[in-house]
């Protein structure tokens, strides 16, 4: 699922990288509270809440995600499963095709749910807002395995703090970084979590 929409100017401070978004409290806080990961391949990990904030010349994107899924989250650079830096690199998707039964079937359908937030501060209008809400599954895709699936609500919502229609070029980008900050937000979401696992035992 995804939505798109205009956001009130007022938020454009919280979307920049020195704006008080970065104050946001990440980890197994809020929204990341309880929040897990890896329930289909049966060993489950923690999730939480993540924030990333992507710049470049012409704008910024801010993402939020809360981290709630079905499947484990991985690190699309190293192959690893955050929640388990000591595995070795590996998919596990194929071994849940021979395991889904044993996992899957205690599990009620949509209880894994990662929701996402991005705010757009460069000029975008309805199309290309879309296009942001699509690489942004893409992101989460790249990040959770699997994704998408009958068990998740996966869900984005996109806003602009400017409306105005882009260069085919400048659309790019900011498909690009959305699903580059999407991404980001995701592992930030699970390391967050782990490093305050970490502190309380």
Aim: charged residues 15%; negative net charge.
């Amino acid at each position: 699922q995804s939505s798109t929409g205009a956001a009130p100017p007022g938020c454009l401070a919280r979307a920049m990288p020195h704006g008080p978004l970065l104050t946001l409290a990440r980890g197994a806080v809020g929204a990341g509270t309880g929040a897990t990961t890896g329930k289909l391949a049966g060993e489950q990990s923690v999730g939480g809440l993540g924030l990333a904030v992507v710049a470049w010349a012409a704008g910024a994107v801010a993402a939020v995600v809360a981290v709630n899924a079905a499947g484990d989250v991985v690190d699309p650079a190293t192959g690893l499963r955050v929640a388990d830096p000591d595995a070795k690199p590996g998919d596990r998707r194929a071994a849940i095709l021979g395991d889904v039964g044993t996992a899957a079937a205690t599990m009620p359908l949509g209880t894994s749910t990662t929701l996402v937030a991005v705010v757009v501060a460069a000029p975008a209008d309805h199309p290309t807002l879309q296009r942001c809400a699509v690489a942004a599954h893409d992101g989460l895709a790249r990040t959770i395995r699997p994704c998408h699936t009958a068990y998740d609500g996966d869900t984005v919502f996109v806003a602009t703090l400017d409306e105005g229609a882009p260069t085919p070029a400048d659309g790019l980008a900011l498909a690009v970084a959305c699903e580059l900050a999407v991404e980001r937000a995701v592992l930030d979401a699970v390391r967050r979590a782990m490093a305050s696992s970490v502190g309380r035992a």
